[in-house]
């Protein structure tokens, strides 16, 4: 942060102003004109107590020897002023007052002039409310929830929402009671009255959330559990309660609490103690769900990706004692996803959304969301009429890693060694059996990485075996094993593949028991401190001697998996040359170039079959 010494000079300057602007305009005024009525104004000017009238607008200013001393209103033209004081015997002119119009009639100097008290402590208001919200407190608005209308009732429907069916069919339910409650009353059902939606984020469960809603046709009050977190101790409770009145007055409706676990977490557990600002909130929102009765239509849906840190207090019946899954879609979930977020979109004939569904394990519901803009951006950058598949296939690598950075600037001995680099992954990929097809590889840099080679799934993974892992530990090390060939040294590009191999290795022997020599047994606890928030530590539960085995068989895997890589890149050498030099000619070789490439003829016979070392 910079030093902000002049924010804190100007914002004392100006209470000192506001100070001094003050006491001046309170100080007794002495050219400040008595204010009369326009008979007493005609009296005083016969009397002789005033020498000069000046009309102003409607107002006149009687003065004596320039200085204001009454001042009346008149509401007319400046003839008829003239016309009534002459009947009223005052003679004007010469041997008698004076008498001046003022021109434009307004006085902006004294209305601008009375005006800067009020504008400076306008300022002296806003940096006030500035530096307190700058303090993390909402001092402004602790009254008024923040939980929002969302216009009122959402459009969203089921429809909307695609590849979650399960989650759907269980959120059915409580449409159907906000639809018709009494059905449901009549046969003494217990009404549900909060529901947990679990998953990870971007996967839509405030979409789903509103959707169900939207169903019904009632209204949506939405809230984030990490709005409370930053406030006044009491003010969070004092906004659930707000809350919670808003929508029993507009009941039945949906109140959505987003991120449940920021307030939500096991109490107690907080480094402030056990009285702090989450626990009141929480405490509030349980009070409010168990002061509901048969008659309150309020339904709550929580959303939170962690349900395993949550206090146990919330979990009971009567609260969120349903929990609906809202999982990382599958490949037919990611092709409905793509189809709900391409409806009403220009889309080509080749524009096939089960080959980008694909080619997208991994995304979430806002991922493919995003790539489906991204390419009719992408499109309309091209000028083209339509979304093609191309648009869609190029923005699959931007939502990945974020835009290509074309400005990077890379040495041409730096291509040639992220070229070698990529080809040793996408190389041992195509050889090993129990890897996926190779379908891309390109050394444009994208987002922190140099260079990348993206297998293609042909399905969803749940279980992985003992030799999948292998293999995916050899293709891991291949980028570094290339380079040691190709160049009989190597450099830091593979660090994160490095990073990677280690922490499967660790794996396969401490949570899989994939080691025989350790045998099928897990080792160390993995716990959350969730004081610290997310942080991870593990703890141990074997000896100094496991230990020392565990990075054996550890070091063991991944030598075992390099050995693999050099080997077959040692034989292959001839290849590794060809499709790199490849590589370096067009920076992205797809699948089909790649296969053709290595059924083709060896240019030079001769550097075939280079003996392992
Ligand atoms: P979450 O609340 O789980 O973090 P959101 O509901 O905010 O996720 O999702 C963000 C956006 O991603 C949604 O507005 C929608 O455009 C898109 N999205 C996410 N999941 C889906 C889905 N299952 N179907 C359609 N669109 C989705
Ligand atoms: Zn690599």
Redesign the pocket.
């Known amino acids: 942060m910079k030093p902000k010494w002049w924010q804190g000079g100007l914002f004392y300057l100006i209470i000192l102003l506001a100070i001094l602007a003050l006491a001046f305009s309170l100080l007794p005024n002495s050219s400040k004109p008595e204010k009369v009525d326009f008979y007493t104004f005609v009296e005083q000017a016969k009397q002789g107590e005033i020498d000069t009238i000046e009309q102003d607008g409607s107002t006149l200013i009687g003065l004596k020897d320039d200085e204001k001393k009454i001042e009346a209103s008149f509401v007319g033209s400046t003839k008829e002023l003239m016309d009534s004081l002459k009947e009223a015997g005052i003679a004007l002119g010469e041997d008698g007052i004076t008498f001046t119009v003022k021109a434009g009639g307004f006085d902006w100097g004294g209305i601008l002039i009375s005006f800067i008290p009020l504008v400076l402590f306008g300022a002296l208001l806003f940096f006030l409310f500035r530096s307190a919200r700058g303090a993390n407190t909402q001092a402004f608005n602790f009254a008024k929830s923040r939980a929002r209308l969302a216009g009122n009732k959402p459009t969203v429907t089921f429809s909307?929402?695609?590849?979650?069916d399960e989650a759907k069919g269980e959120l059915q339910e409580i449409v159907e009671f906000l639809k018709s409650p009494q059905k449901f009353l009549a046969l003494g059902a217990r009404i549900p009255r909060g529901v947990l939606l679990v998953?990870p984020?971007?996967?839509?469960?405030?979409?789903i959330a509103k959707a169900v809603a939207g169903e019904a046709g009632v209204p949506f009050f939405s809230i984030s559990g990490s709005e409370f977190v930053e406030m006044f101790v009491g003010v969070g409770a004092s906004r659930v309660r707000d809350l919670f009145e808003q929508a029993k007055r507009n009941s039945p409706c949906i109140v959505f609490v987003?991120e449940i676990d920021a307030v939500g977490r096991h109490r107690g557990a907080g480094l402030g103690g056990g009285h702090d600002e989450r626990e009141q909130t929480l405490n509030q929102i349980l009070v409010e769900m168990d002061g509901f009765d048969s008659s309150t239509n309020v339904i709550v849906l929580a959303?939170t990706n962690r349900p395993d840190i949550l206090d146990p207090a919330l979990l009971r019946p009567g609260r969120f004692d349903r929990h609906v899954v809202?999982d990382q879609?599958d490949i037919n979930g990611r092709k409905a996803?793509l189809q709900?977020?391409s409806k009403g979109k220009p889309l080509a004939k080749d524009a096939n959304m089960e080959v980008i569904a694909k080619q997208t394990p991994g995304f979430?519901?806002?991922d493919l969301?995003n790539l489906i803009n991204e390419g009719a951006l992408l499109a309309a950058r091209r000028d083209m009429k339509q979304i093609g598949l191309k648009e869609l296939e190029d923005s699959i690598d931007r939502v990945i890693a974020g835009p290509e950075k074309k400005g990077r600037i890379i040495s041409q001995k730096e291509k040639e060694i992220i070229a070698y680099h990529e080809t040793g992954h996408a190389l041992v990929g195509k050889m090993l059996p129990n890897s996926d097809p190779v379908h891309k590889i390109s050394i444009v840099a994208r987002g922190m990485m140099g260079g990348w080679t993206r297998f293609l799934p042909t399905e969803d993974r749940h279980l992985w075996t003992h030799s999948q892992f292998e293999d995916r530990l050899a293709v891991g090390l291949a980028g570094r094993a290339a380079e040691e060939i190709n160049f009989g040294e190597v450099s830091t590009g593979a660090q994160n593949d490095l990073e990677q191999a280690t922490s499967l290795a660790r794996r396969m022997v401490t949570e899989y028991g994939m080691s025989t020599k350790l045998g099928p047994r897990t080792f160390g606890k993995r716990e959350e401190l969730v004081f610290l928030g997310r942080e991870i530590h593990e703890q141990r539960n074997y000896s100094e001697k496991v230990a020392e085995e565990i990075d054996d068989e550890v070091k063991k895997l991944i030598q075992n998996a390099y050995d693999t890589a050099r080997k077959i890149l040692s034989e292959n050498k001839a290849r590794l040359k060809l499709v790199a030099e490849r590589l370096m000619a067009k920076e992205t070789i797809e699948e089909k170039e790649f296969d053709d490439l290595l059924k083709e003829p060896l240019p030079s016979p001769e550097l075939q079959a280079t003996p392992a070392s």
């Open positions: 909307d929402v695609a590849g979650v998953g984020p971007g996967c839509g469960k405030t979409l987003d959303a809202i879609p996803i709900v977020h979430s519901g806002a969301a």
